[in-house]
């Protein structure tokens, strides 16, 4: 396979070129040892509202979400710049710690373990199952990662194919995603060498013409549990289950699933299940 350079960094802008132009600013100074390209996917940003680096547009005025965006992204860098052995799909909203090197030591770790098919910097304050880095690990196997900053194998990428675009909300993604790397016999994994802070909520609510936060939450669990429902049966987290390792701490899917039970018929999370408490009960799941 004749590859165009090591690693792909893919970051999606709507609006926020501030947050954009400083995270490809980060990312100019990592990857040393690497080569790297960047590349910034306008996803119908207003013209005044474009990064200073971008390099791709594409028009999109009902805004069709961040794993759209990234897909548009993916299949842009392909037909326009070729292969590489890493692709780096990137939120704008994040915050990387300068040492170890982020892109060096995500692509060590990638390139020593054969069926490791996407690695995620751990992150701070974080909430997701198992998204917290741990001192004495390097890196550790999970069922699912959050979506924020995935680092993917060509290899697999070849063969397990991305993120399902149709995922107007973004949200659920990653779940369809990890069930078939797992059984076709990769894995995902977190590294805890590399530690990422995500500002968070900067897209939805943040400019006019996108929804407000509260809103996508409800949309994107609803959406995202009538997809998996319809597309693998109402016994998909059974399913998505048995492809699973002994050595992963917290099966997602059953956590998300049951979270998806709790919601009323418009995606909110009903009285007596709110999200606060939700969160209570995740924190005490991750401490144990």
Not at 108 to 121: K, Y
Not at 123 to 148: A, F, I, M
Not at 149 to 163: H, N, P, Q, S
Not at 174 to 195: G, H, P, Q, T
């Amino acid at each position: 396979m004749q590859y165009q350079g090591d690693v792909a960094a893919i970051i999606v802008n709507r609006n926020r070129p501030d947050l954009t132009d400083s995270l490809v600013e980060q990312l100019q100074n990592f990857g040393k040892n690497q080569s790297k390209d960047i590349f910034v996917i306008e996803c119908g940003s207003d013209e005044d509202k474009q990064s200073k680096y971008a390099s791709f547009y594409y028009p999109d005025p009902e805004f069709r979400g961040k794993c759209y965006g990234h897909n548009r992204g993916l299949q842009y860098v392909l037909e326009e710049h070729g292969r590489y052995k890493y692709y780096w799909f990137l939120m704008n909203d994040l915050v990387f710690e300068s040492e170890p090197d982020p892109i060096d030591k995500l692509i060590e770790i990638l390139a020593a373990e054969p069926r490791m098919g996407i690695i995620s910097p751990t992150e701070r304050d974080s909430n997701y199952p198992s998204s917290r880095s741990q001192s004495g690990r390097r890196w550790h196997k999970v069922s699912t990662c959050d979506y924020l900053a995935l680092m993917m194998k060509d290899e697999c990428l070849r063969e397990v194919g991305f993120l399902n675009q149709d995922f107007l909300y973004s949200r659920g993604a990653i779940y369809e995603l990890s069930y078939k790397m797992y059984r076709d016999n990769w894995f995902i994994a977190y590294c805890d060498e590399v530690v990422m802070k995500h500002l968070g909520g900067t897209t939805y609510g943040a400019t006019a013409d996108t929804i407000s936060r509260e809103e996508y939450l409800k949309k994107a669990r609803l959406w995202a549990a009538n997809y998996f429902r319809n597309t693998y049966g109402e016994a998909w987290e059974e399913l998505f289950s048995k492809y699973l390792s002994e050595d992963i701490e917290i099966n997602t899917y059953k956590k998300i699933n049951k979270k998806w039970n709790s919601m009323d018929e418009t995606g909110a999370i009903k009285k007596g299940t709110s999200q606060k408490s939700f969160l209570k009960r995740l924190k005490s799941s991750l401490a144990k």
